[in-house]
């Protein structure tokens, strides 16, 4: 329930600040899942110890924090490649 009050609490404009999306693309990816998730559930199964929220949330921050560290390592790259061609 802590993740849901979180999100809860960010005003439309921090969604795309904090995971990388806007409001409106949350909730559709979230509606999506759940859907998905009770399709896939419907015959019963253990259930999971992880929400649908919480496991998005965690998906999107995971993705937002990997894009930008792997375009901090593909600048480093190309300017030790630059230096090595021009040294």
Known sequence: METYAKIARLKDESYREV??????????????????????????????????????????????EYRTMNEHFNNEFDKMRKNDLTG
Not at 22 to 34: C, G, H, S, W, Y
């Open 19 to 64: 995971l990388g999306v806007t409001k409106k693309v949350f909730d559709k990816m979230l509606e999506l899942l759940v859907c998905q998730f009770m399709k896939d559930h419907k015959n019963g199964g253990s259930p999971n110890q992880v929400s649908v929220l919480t496991r998005l949330v965690i998906f999107l921050e995971y993705y937002r």
